[in-house]
């Protein structure tokens, strides 16, 4: 529904990742998509793929102007359809069409199955008249973790129809960067940071992570908590709580972080923090495990090896499961570093997208197999 990394998150940044590894594989990609903030940059960055952006109507649902022909041509030129996300109207006009022209297609929903967050009536509904067919009808299913397994099974199907391929990273995008000009440019100064990168949304539990923080706060008083991302609705509260916490001072809102500063960012932090409370696969984790950053994130973000490669502390989606976990990192600043350089190793080799995309691949030609 978008390609936009501020607006779209993870699901935009999961695209516009994947439609590059497979022309760079060799493959011919086009991305049918809204142009909803839909900038020079993000189309020049997909300069090498057939770029299809339709007119958005209404922003909020991202409910696209209506392109029949566009879309049934889309789909006639294509071999395989790749549908993202869950959620969308744009993915119901494309199944429709898939459908009556007889074209294979596989869904990767990456996270977005469960009845969660805003607008949970529109979702039922959603799912009665389409949303169900077209996870059910699908010639192949993406899981981007064994977590969101069950979330499959909810819908009927089976775990033998279910690929398990994770997210995935470019080590070439993130790069050495000016971390004391981010340090002036937020106010953080030589002080120690918690850093948080997401949307401020509930789903992703920018809140337990505040309360937290807030209540460490004599025992690491030196420590600063920084946010970094867009506001998903919670922005305001956070500020609020902090100023009644007394500790707005030390709490940091940058907005949303791109390129060299969000480099500067995991390069500068102690320790990323990601306390969501439902997650299918954080990419963030592979972001701060490329900058060599150790993690601590909840049970929710389906990447529990963390803690198994030492890389970081996996902790419940709560908020003692969090002031425990900041408690047993932080005391310890010397391990830090070890964490950092595990996990920097285990997302080198396990997940670049130059490896990952051969997953892809291979479940299409399996699909277009079948298909003939």
């Not at 020049?44 to 770029?51: F, G």
């Not at 950092?340 to 670049?352: A, F, P, Q, S």
Request: glycine share 8%.
């Amino acid at each position: 529904m978008s390609l936009d990394p501020v607006s779209g998150g993870g699901t935009a940044e999961r695209t516009f990742q994947i439609s590059r590894s497979l022309v760079r594989a060799g493959l011919q990609c086009d991305v049918l998509t809204i142009n909803s903030n839909l900038d020079d940059e993000r189309i020049e960055q997909l300069n090498c793929i057939n770029l299809i952006a339709l007119e958005c109507m209404i922003e909020r649902y991202y409910i696209p102007k209506l392109s029949q022909r566009i879309i049934k041509d889309a789909v006639a030129n294509a071999d395989i359809i790749h549908l993202m996300n869950h959620w969308t109207i744009l993915n119901a006009l494309v199944y429709i069409s898939a459908r009556r022209q007889n074209k294979p297609y596989v869904v990767c929903p990456a996270g977005a199955l469960p009845l969660f967050g805003r607008s949970q009536k529109f979702k039922y509904l959603y799912n009665k008249f389409i949303g169900n067919n077209i996870i059910s009808n699908a010639n192949g299913h993406i899981a981007i973790s064994v977590n969101e397994i069950p979330r499959f099974e909810s819908y009927g199907v089976g775990t033998d129809k279910i690929t398990v391929i994770p997210n995935g990273i470019d080590p070439k995008d993130f790069k050495s960067s000016d971390v004391d000009n981010f340090r002036r440019k937020f106010g953080l100064n030589d002080s120690p940071f918690i850093l948080f990168v997401g949307r401020l949304n509930a789903i992703k539990g920018p809140d337990l992570l505040l309360y937290a923080f807030s209540n460490l706060n004599e025992t690491f008083n030196d420590y600063h908590l920084v946010f970094a991302g867009p506001d998903g609705g919670m922005l305001s509260e956070l500020k609020n709580k902090s100023e009644e916490m007394e500790i707005a001072h030390r709490v940091h809102f940058t907005g949303y972080l791109g390129g060299e500063e969000k480099s500067s960012a995991f390069l500068a932090t102690s320790l990323l923090a990601i306390p969501s409370r439902q997650e299918a696969m954080s990419i963030v984790v592979l972001e701060a495990g490329i900058m060599g950053t150790p993690v601590l994130l909840t049970d929710q973000c389906g990447l529990d090896e963390v803690e198994r490669i030492e890389g970081g502390r996996v902790v419940s989606a709560s908020v003692d499961g969090l002031q425990n976990g900041l408690l047993e990192m932080l005391k310890d600043p010397d391990k830090l570093k070890s964490m950092g350089t595990n996990l920097k190793r285990h997302v080198i080799d396990n997940y670049t997208w130059e490896r990952i995309i051969n997953k892809y691949i291979e479940l299409y030609r399996q699909v277009l197999s079948s298909k003939n």
